[in-house]
């Protein structure tokens, strides 16, 4: 079992950032690719990075390309969240997720991983 906790969310103004964090416990932490997701209110849960269980390799959705990075501290058994230049659009929870790090399924298939942590809201006002 892998425990998720996120935390770092909040009320950010447009072109404002935050980073996220999410803290694993329980099994060991490097041996599971990690991945983020949101979900906006009315909408289905999307997946917005991932990070291979080294750190050597990242992923991310088009629309957040260039703007949030991912990355992760094994020794901190953390993945972090960075987001800049936020939209009112990136208004959702944030899910961080994990998979071992074996899977083959692209990364944004939601039922590729199977831990996850209970979301931090972050909420961008205009």
């Known amino acids: 079992q892998v425990q998720l906790v996120e935390s770092g969310g909040g009320l950010v103004q447009v072109g404002g950032s935050l980073r996220l964090s999410c803290a694993a416990s329980g099994r060991t932490f490097s041996s599971f690719d990690m991945g983020w997701f949101r979900q906006a209110p009315g909408k289905e849960r999307e997946f917005v990075a991932g990070i291979t269980w080294s750190g050597s390799s990242t992923y991310y959705s088009d629309s957040m390309k260039g703007r949030f990075t991912i990355s992760r501290d094994n020794a901190k058994s953390t993945v972090y969240l960075q987001m800049n230049s936020l939209k009112p659009e990136d208004t959702a929870v944030y899910y961080c997720?994990?998979?071992?790090?074996?899977?083959?399924?692209?990364?944004?298939?939601?039922?590729?991983?199977?831990?996850w942590g209970q979301g931090t809201q972050v909420t961008v006002s205009s």
């Open positions: 997720a994990a998979r071992g790090s074996g899977v083959s399924a692209p990364r944004r298939i939601i039922s590729s991983y199977n831990y």
